[in-house]
C-alpha cells in the first residue's frame, strides 16, 4: 500500500548553510494494508523527519513515496488533499496541535476541514462514533477546553480527531510518550483494536523496543538516520543482528517480555 524508495532528507544549517545534517538517508520500506509496523530508534534517529515526509509535511531531499500504486512525492492541491484523507497523522503532544481557546468539539470539528459534503448529523455521528472508540464519554469532553483535560484524554482526542477521518494509513509519532505506563497501554491498544475493526494500517513510532515487541507485525529498526535491521517482532527481539538492536534489547524491562494477549 506504501512503499518509500529511497528517501533522504538532508538539512542545512548555521551561516552560510555551512552544515549539513543528514537526518534520513536513503531509506526503503513498505507498509501492507492492515499491517503495523514499528519505527523504533533513539533520538535524534530521523523518525520524525522520516515520518513527516511521508505526511507530505516536509519535502525529500530525494527519493519517492508511493501510495496505492500512486506517486505522492510531489503532489499539490486537491490531490494531496485526497492523500491527507487516506493518510493521517498523530504526533507526540496533542497539547500544541489544539488551539487553547477552542472546545473540544470544534477541535473535533476540525477534521471535517478535510472532509466536506457530511450533513450535520453524519458529523454527530462521527464524532461520537470516534469519542466511544477511545473510550470517551462525549457528553463529557466535548464542552471542555484543552487546558481542562488530562494528558491521556488529550493524547485520546488527538487520536479520535484521527479516526474521525477514518484513515487508511495512520502515522503515530510516539502517540503515547507523554502518557503513564498503565494509560500507555490503553492507548497502544486503541491502535491494535481500530486495525481489526477497520483494517487500517499504522506506522507506530517509539523509542522503546517493548512496546514495538507488543504492538506491531512488523519492527523497523531506525540508527543515525538508516534502517539498520527490519524483521517480525519476535526474531528482532530475540536475535537481534546489528548491534544497536541488543542494546536496545538490553533495556527493556522483563515485564514487557510477559505479556501477552495483545
Ligand atoms: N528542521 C530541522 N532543521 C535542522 N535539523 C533538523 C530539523 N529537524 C530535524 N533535524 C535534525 O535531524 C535529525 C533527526 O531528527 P528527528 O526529529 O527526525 O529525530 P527523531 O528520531 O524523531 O528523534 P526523537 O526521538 O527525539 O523524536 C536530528 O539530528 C535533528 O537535529
Ligand atoms: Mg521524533
Known amino acids: 500500500m506504501l512503499e518509500v524508495k529511497n528517501l533522504s532528507k538532508v538539512f542545512t544549517v548555521g551561516l552560510f548553510s555551512r552544515h549539513r545534517i543528514e537526518a534520513v538517508k536513503n531509506v526503503s520500506m513498505r507498509v501492507g494494508r492492515g499491517e503495523i509496523v514499528s519505527l523504533v530508534g533513539e533520538s535524534g534517529s530521523g523518525k520524525t523527519t522520516l515520518c513527516r515526509m511521508i505526511l507530505r509535511l516536509l519535502e525529500p531531499t530525494s527519493g519517492s513515496i508511493i501510495y496505492d500504486g500512486v506517486d505522492v512525492t510531489k503532489l499539490k492541491g486537491k490531490k494531496l488533499r485526497w492523500y491527507w484523507r487516506k493518510v493521517h497523522g498523530v504526533f507526540q503532544d496533542p497539547y500544541a496541535a489544539f488551539h487553547p481557546f477552542y472546545r473540544v468539539e470544534r477541535i473535533l470539528y476540525q477534521a471535517f476541514n478535510l472532509l466536506p459534503g457530511l450533513s450535520e448529523e453524519e458529523k454527530k ?15 463529557e469532553v466535548l464542552g471542555k477546553y484543552p487546558h481542562e483535560l488530562s494528558g491521556g484524554m488529550r493524547q485520546r482526542i488527538a487520536i479520535a480527531r484521527c479516526f474521525i477521518l477514518d484513515p487508511e494509513l495512520i502515522i503515530a509519532d510516539e502517540p503515547v510518550s507523554m502518557l503513564d505506563a498503565s494509560t500507555r497501554i490503553g492507548v497502544v491498544k486503541l491502535f491494535k483494536d481500530l486495525r481489526d475493526s477497520m483494517d487500517s494500517s499504522v506506522i507506530f513510532v517509539t523509542h522503546d523496543i517493548g512496546l514495538a515487541y507488543v504492538v506491531s507485525d512488523r519492527v523497523l529498526i531506525m540508527y543515525k538516520g538508516v534502517i539498520v535491521e527490519e524483521g517480525d517482532p519476535v526474531t528482532v527481539m530475540e536475535n537481534p543482528i ?8 538490553e533495556d527493556v524491562p522483563l515485564l514487557y517480555r510477559k505479556w501477552e494477549g495483545f
Open 242 to 249: 546489528h548491534p544497536y538492536t541488543r542494546r536496545l534489547r
Open 125 to 139: 455521528a462521527r464524532v461520537h462514533e470516534a469519542l466511544k472508540m477511545v473510550g470517551l464519554n462525549p457528553a
